[in-house]
């Protein structure tokens, strides 16, 4: 898992992250807002409450929290096999 070590708020519900494995970069969560648990960021300004937890997620007010996983994919553009090998394992049939 990388965790996120910086984050850093931009205009337009944009995020500037960097992981701990030293990659950097932006992501867009605007298309999050307004639904079901992303109702709080309606609000802007606690869009921009957000704090990194102490296991690298990012947490608005215990309310909502991203798993740095996914953000790292985002930020990224890369597909989760191509982060987690073990998905890429072939099926066995018995």
Known sequence: MNRITQVKVLDGYRL?????????????LSDLVGSGVFRLWSDYQEF???KISDTGDLTWSGQVDLCPDALYLRVTGKRPEDVFPILKREPVNA
């Open 16 to 28: 500037e992250l960097t992981f701990g494995n030293g990659v950097h970069g932006g992501g867009v």
């Open 48 to 50: 921009q409450k957000v």
